[in-house]
């Protein structure tokens, strides 16, 4: 092989011609290699353009609830250094500026999403406030000298890129090339002389938010990751800096994981030099949710997951890394999977578009559409003569497929209004019945009939209960669902909703009458015994009947009616629909196969049942045990399962040797040739530093002629 | 029956395990709460010490204070052999003892049982921590029983004592499990089965009384009880069983010290003991069944486990090495030859599993442009299946091919044929992570650059650290470089924390191959493979015989000394000074510079090694193994 090699770990290859690079490089590989065609070209186009609208969504979404912490951080930053700007030389002044100011970002846990809030935190600072944005990481960091040398040459890397005048790039150059000792001396000298130059200058290209910050931008200094900084380093520095602050206009942002006391903790000393903010970002599961609304409850993509795909992925972000950026991952790989194991998922986008589609249709697509079960479902259905026009006509075919996607359209436009509707009545109930996130709510939705539910009943019954001002909360939440979703298709529900609105109101007007006239109590007038429990028997009646008769319960009824009627009507689950399968994505085993896959497992399973790869009847057995023709390693890795922490290499050897003999059908009483012996015990040698580097053995000084165990209990 | 035939099977003793697993499983809970001084220490039962040692602080535990009057007489144990009249006797006892126990009737469905499961008892080894069950059996099993029969018996408490050297049997016999269990009739196996006929009846009653009570995972070790009886008597026929006396503790310098100490312990408890009986019978009774709730926790016994099996430094293994055997290690040539001619089997079906795989070539090709990195796991050699993927996909890209498994492989290494064969830069770079930054800034500036990095072994010793896998997920997250790499070992994802995992942004494909890792373990020291052996003594010979015959002497002189001290584990050198002084009483050299002059010739050829000791005095040593050595000296005092 031209990539092994005695000397050598790195193979370089490059091709010897450039080759003229094909059009679509990428769709080429969509289609397993065949010749492209002009459809599986257009899957791929579709799915490109899907996932490139839901990520420019996505994105929109994150810098949309980033703004609110990011607008606190810009507010923050301008309330510093107001005094240096001033140049004041009151004493206050001069004892308050050992103090930095210091925002501490508490991002949480999700530290993949971070780099993300960081980015767009950078780009904004240097838009809005300052050119000299540094952000640092732990790992540049190893000590004081290497953090003052990553600050210094991002500092004046930012300085270059906005002066780019030619004597300040020469300067640039030099200094790189001489890699000097950076110091703060040196970075203030460097600061003063920049803010004087550009004081003298009138003209600022980016920088317009204010006059102050012409004269001289802070430094902004943000510390990625603070949990994994050094205590000596990051003490150092700000004792540091904490002097150069009448100099050095220095602010810090801290992103903090876990929780602010780790600031305490990691500087015990030098937090007395910190002037601290604590700002706190969405939480994950928030912005999942968001999430979830705008890119799978919307008619907007018409891709969809089912429930077992959502599920995975709602697990994978819950029980994992409450990543949001590993959900979208998530959802890329889905799309991509649908686009490219379903052929029919062509027909997956817009709704104009779907038209025009289904219309191009080939004679096999047609075939493909008549093969899918939802769609079998449906002729079944039919009358005998439409069932043989729909198999066999195409036209009629096109004519049925235009009306079935438009009524899946409209099926989802009703069934995330109602989805939301019952979300906002649900949600706030003790206990949770039917969950508290809408993503719960969806997936039991998408599972089956949720009025079918256990927990659906019981739900209902809550929402009979409730208080009026809780019910009109309610309802506002669900005139704003219907207001917000361009449908028109539930229109008269919408209306519905407001006039029960305007009769809760007016009910509160009426009320207060209603409370004076009806609460008339009859005096208890002393009885004997049976009398007095007659009477409150009686009295319990009327109140229970009276009860029904106020027109709030009745309303209210009337209210929880409607909302389980439109449950009923619109929230049944998606693959009761035709073309179901063109825009629902059903492959939660891939999902789980290639995000969160257990290599252990595969292992131990390739090792302990040789059948469930090497389908050969030689090799089933019924229980624990394995055959012994089974492959080599996992006849030894069976014997050493045998062992506890060392293993005697001799008798693991002739244990070895006893089930290979016998599995090659030699008379085990005549005396075996030397060489197979030989061979047998190479082969032994093999299985055994297979398995070392595996990582089930090692080898052991302890004993000679031993190894030991690196698992116990199995795998 | 003679004693040898009666150790036919140990089904009877599986037949208790659910109920006693869970006595076991409340019996360490309750040890746990009892600390260990960490003055007593006990060898050569391993787990025992420990509940020994618990239970010299608090013997209230009447079940411990029996196994450890079993512990006593494993000291004492001389004979093997049993006669048929002795476990005749025991098993009397024993049954009279029975009639006690009415929950545990099935164990003692008939004499035949009871006498294999005394002598299996014999067998088995407490040290299996797989096998937790077994030595949970054994420890209730036998502490009732001894409770029955009294505290004094004679011949017959050897036979139902512990005895906890049999490990490499143990494997022995599953391998002749294993070598029955295909479908192939072997001669043998009639044999057995005939032997097998005739106690059906026992394992019948045990299956319809047991098997509600046994979890899954038991079952199957129950199911798999008649391949021990047949295994068992083959064993006895054809294994030729190596004599007790090979098996030794692995390190039994120590044990005698504290064989007597334990002894002391025993006596004290002993009275206590006697005192306990009674009562102990009807508690370990009762809590059987409320600890059985206790088993369904089974991480935290698994966690247990764990800390069993390290808690003892005592590992009780057979004494035999590969020196005995004959079978010397081989080399990597002949290993490699004898392995040519072995045909691996099922090739039909691995073919089909390739197959399998290679239809994914352009879904991942399709993957990769998109932004995710491919990962493949499972067992097997994944380098043949990435170079078909190479072969049929990269041709036409530039692609660097990385053997992760080459022992000399570094991140610079990598990062250096990056730069300098593909970006062609001829400058240097001041630390890794300024070459990652030029590489960086060099893809982002040319976006008609793309990459395929295909890692082999990206888990391998040389790449698994935390700064080469932190480069690596940098270089992997650029958009125009693309990663596919493979991954072996059972614990490689514990290298990835969520951020690098996130710079890798991996998607994760299982590709079991059961290809041998020809390659990948050609590298490695592997433990049977005699590395670098020949090639150390034949290039030996070659230097040493273009020395002076002064030099030559001088380094004779190295070896005897080193091979003299061969045995001592504190040997860290022949001091410069003393060499000299021999040297020179040996008229080989004149002066101390001559001398030093000698070394430097031996030290280019890096036979020589120097080291300052803590006392600053210089020490010599020759970094090559004592068995080549006196190899070595073999050979040339045979030519002298």
């Not at chain 1, 993300?116 to 600072?125: E, W």
């Not at chain 2, 040996?586 to 030290?603: G, H, I, K, P, Y």
Request: hydrophobic share 35%; aromatic share 8%.
């Amino acid at each position: 092989m031209a990539t092994s090699s005695v000397s050598k770990g790195c193979f370089v290859f490059k091709p010897d011609f450039k080759r003229k690079k094909i059009s679509f490089p990428i769709a080429d590989y969509f289609n397993e290699g065949e010749s492209l065609s002009e459809d599986s070209k257009l899957r791929f186009d579709t799915c490109q353009l899907l996932w490139q609208q839901m990520k420019s969504e996505a994105e929109e979404l994150q810098e949309e609830l980033n703004k609110n912490l990011f607008d606190k951080l810009i507010e923050f930053l301008e309330k510093s250094h107001l005094e240096f700007r001033k140049k004041s030389t009151n004493w206050n002044y001069q004892i308050k500026s050992r103090e930095i100011p210091t925002a501490a970002l508490v991002l949480g846990v999700n530290v993949t999403d971070h780099d993300l809030t960081f980015k767009g935190l950078t780009a904004m600072l240097r838009d809005t406030i300052t050119p000299y944005v540094v952000s640092l990481q732990a790992k540049e960091c190893p000590d004081v000298k290497h953090l003052l040398q990553k600050l210094a040459s991002q500092v004046m890397g930012c300085h270059i890129d906005m002066e780019s005048t030619e004597e300040e790039e020469e300067e640039c150059v030099q200094l790189s090339q001489k890699k000097m000792h950076y110091s703060m001396a040196f970075l203030s000298t460097w600061y003063r002389n920049v803010t004087q130059k550009k004081g003298s200058e009138s003209v600022n290209k980016k920088i317009t938010s204010s006059s102050q910050w012409k004269k001289s931008p802070p430094i902004v200094i943000i510390l990625k990751d603070i949990e994994s900084f050094s205590t000596k380093v990051l003490q150092d520095f700000i004792i540091i800096s904490s002097q150069y602050l009448h100099q050095l206009p220095i602010v810090l942002v801290l992103g903090i994981a876990t929780s602010p006391i780790i600031i305490h903790r990691l500087l015990p000393h030098a937090v007395s030099f910190l002037c601290i903010e604590l700002l706190q970002s969405l939480s994950c599961k928030e912005h999942l949710a968001k999430l979830l609304d705008k890119l799978l409850l919307t008619t907007r993509f018409p891709f969809k997951l089912n429930e077992k795909a959502l599920q995975v992925l709602i697990n994978i972000f819950l029980y994992h890394d409450f990543s949001v950026q590993n959900f979208i991952k998530g959802l890329q790989l889905a799309i991509l999977e649908h686009f490219y194991s379903q052929p029919l998922s062509i027909l997956c986008c817009d709704l104009p578009e779907v038209k025009r589609r289904i219309h191009s249709l080939s004679e096999d697509q047609c075939e493909s559409i008549r093969r899918l079960p939802s769609f079998m479902r449906y002729v079944e259905k039919q009358t005998p003569e439409k069932q043989v026009a729909s198999l066999t006509n195409e036209r009629f075919l096109k004519g049925r497929m235009e009306r079935k996607s438009l009524s899946l359209h409209i099926y989802h436009e009703n069934f995330f209004i109602v989805l939301k509707c019952l979300h906002a009545f649900t949600s706030s109930l003790p206990k949770y019945p039917l969950g508290r996130q809408i993503r719960e709510l969806y997936c039991a939705c998408l599972e089956k009939n949720i009025w079918e539910s256990q927990e659906y009943e019981p739900a209902l019954q809550l929402l009979r209960m409730l208080a009026k001002d809780e019910l009109m909360a309610i309802l506002h939440k669900c005139v704003e669902v219907f207001r917000s979703s361009p449908g028109k298709q539930l229109g008269s529900t919408a209306e519905k909703l407001k006039e029960f609105l305007a009769q809760f109101q007016s009910l509160e007007e009426s009320n207060e009458e209603e409370n004076g006239s009806g609460s008339q109590q009859k005096g208890l007038q002393k009885t004997d015994l049976y009398h007095l429990q007659k009477s409150l028997l009686e009295m319990k009646e009327l109140r229970s009947s009276n009860k029904k008769q106020t027109k709030f319960e009745v309303q209210r009824d009337k209210v929880v009616d409607m909302i389980d009627n439109l449950v009923r009507k619109y929230l049944f689950p998606p693959d009761t629909q035709t073309l179901y399968e063109v825009v629902y994505f059903t492959g939660a085993h891939t999902l789980r196969e290639h995000l969160n896959a257990a290599p252990r497992i595969a292992l131990h399973t390739a090792l302990n049942n040789p059948y469930h790869y090497l389908k050969n009847q030689a090799l089933k057995s019924e229980d624990d045990s394995i055959p012994n023709v089974a492959p080599d390693i996992c006849i030894a890795y069976k014997l050493h399962l045998e062992c506890s922490r060392l293993i005697n290499v001799v008798d693991w050897s002739e244990a070895f040797a006893t089930v290979v003999t016998a599995a090659e059908e030699t008379d085990p009483n005549s005396t075996a040739s030397e060489e197979i012996k030989e061979i047998i015990h190479a082969r032994f040698i093999r299985a055994v530093s297979e398995l070392e580097l595996l990582g089930f053995i090692k080898p052991t000084k302890q004993k000679t002629d031993h190894v030991a165990r690196l698992t116990w209990g199995g795998c | 029956m003679s004693g040898v035939q009666s150790r036919v099977s140990p089904s009877p003793w599986v037949t208790s395990r659910a109920t006693l697993v869970a006595s076991w499983l409340r019996t360490r809970a309750v040890l746990r709460e009892w600390t260990l001084p960490p003055t007593l220490k006990f060898s050569g039962l391993g787990r025992f010490g420990e509940v020994l040692g618990a239970q010299c602080l608090a013997p209230r535990e009447t079940l411990i204070v029996m196994s450890h009057l079993k512990q006593q007489k494993v000291k004492m144990l001389e004979v093997q052999f049993v006669g048929d009249d002795d476990v005749l006797n025991h098993i009397l006892d024993k049954e009279e003892g029975a009639k006690f126990r009415k929950d545990r009737a099935q164990v003692l469905v008939n004499v035949k049982k009871l006498m294999k499961k005394q002598e299996n008892d014999q067998d088995e080894d407490d040290q299996d921590d797989l096998k937790d069950e077994n030595y949970v059996d054994i420890l209730g099993a036998d502490s009732q029983e001894y409770l029955k029969n009294g505290c004094v018996a004679s011949g017959g408490n050897k036979v139902y004592s512990f005895q906890t050297r049999k490990k490499p049997e143990k494997m022995a016999e599953l391998a002749y499990e294993i070598a029955k269990t295909s479908g192939k009739s072997v001669p043998l196996i009639c044999k057995n089965t005939e032997k097998m006929a005739s106690t059906p009846q026992s394992s019948k009653k045990q299956s319809t009384s047991e098997k509600d009570q046994l979890k899954s995972d038991e079952k199957n070790e129950f199911l798999s009880t008649p391949y021990r009886l047949r295994k068992r008597l083959t064993a006895v026929s054809t294994f030729p069983s190596d004599t007790e006396s090979e098996y030794s503790d692995s390190n039994s310098e120590d044990d005698k010290g504290i064989k007597q100490e334990e002894e002391k312990i025993s006596e004290v408890l002993m009275d206590q003991k006697r005192l306990t009986k009674h009562s102990s019978l009807s508690s370990s009774s009762c809590k059987k069944v409320s600890a059985k709730k206790m088993k369904k926790d089974t991480t935290t016994d698994l966690v247990e486990e764990y800390f069993e099996a390290h808690s003892s430094s005592k590992v009780l293994t057979s004494d035999r090495t590969l020196q005995k055997l004959k079978r010397t290690k081989l080399d990597q040539q002949t290993l490699h030859n004898l392995l040519s001619k072995f045909s691996p089997p099922f090739s039909a079906e691995l073919k089909q599993l390739n197959e399998q795989y290679e239809r994914l070539f352009h879904k991942w090709m399709l993957q990769l442009h998109l932004g995710f990195n491919i990962v493949l796991y499972g067992l097997g050699s994944k380098k043949e299946l990435l170079e078909k993927f190479r072969a049929s996909m990269l041709q036409d890209s530039v692609h660097v091919v990385i053997n992760g498994f080459f022992p000399g492989i570094t991140v610079k290494s990598i990062l250096n044929s990056i730069t300098e064969e593909i970006l062609e830069h001829m400058g240097t770079f001041r630390s890794v992570l300024d070459q990652l930054d030029w590489i960086i800034n060099r893809f982002k500036d040319d976006s008609s650059l793309e990459l395929f990095l295909l890692i082999h072994n990206l888990d391998s010793q040389m790449l698994r650290g935390d700064k080469s896998q932190q480069i690596l997920g940098q270089l992997s997250s650029l958009p125009k470089i693309y990663l596919i790499a493979s991954i072996d070992h059972i614990n490689a994802p514990l290298m990835w924390d969520h951020s690098k995992q996130s710079l890798y942004n991996w998607l994760w494909y299982e590709t079991t191959t059961y290809r041998p890792y020809t390659e990948e373990t050609s590298y490695e020291n592997s433990l049977l493979v005699q590395q670098c052996g020949t090639l150390a003594l034949s290039s030996l010979i070659h230097v040493f015989r273009s020395l002076t015959p002064n030099a030559r002497g001088i380094f004779r002189l190295l070896i005897k000394y080193q091979l003299e001290n061969e045995e001592n584990p504190s040997y860290i050198g022949l001091s410069f000074q003393d060499f000299y002084q021999q040297c020179r009483e040996a008229f080989l050299v004149n002066s101390d510079l001559t001398l030093r002059a000698q070394l430097t010739e031996f030290r280019d050829h890096k036979l020589l090694r120097t080291k300052k000791g803590t006392d600053g005095v210089e020490y010599l040593l020759i970094p090559i193994d004592t068995g080549t050595l006196s190899d070595f000296l073999e050979k040339e005092d045979k030519e002298a």
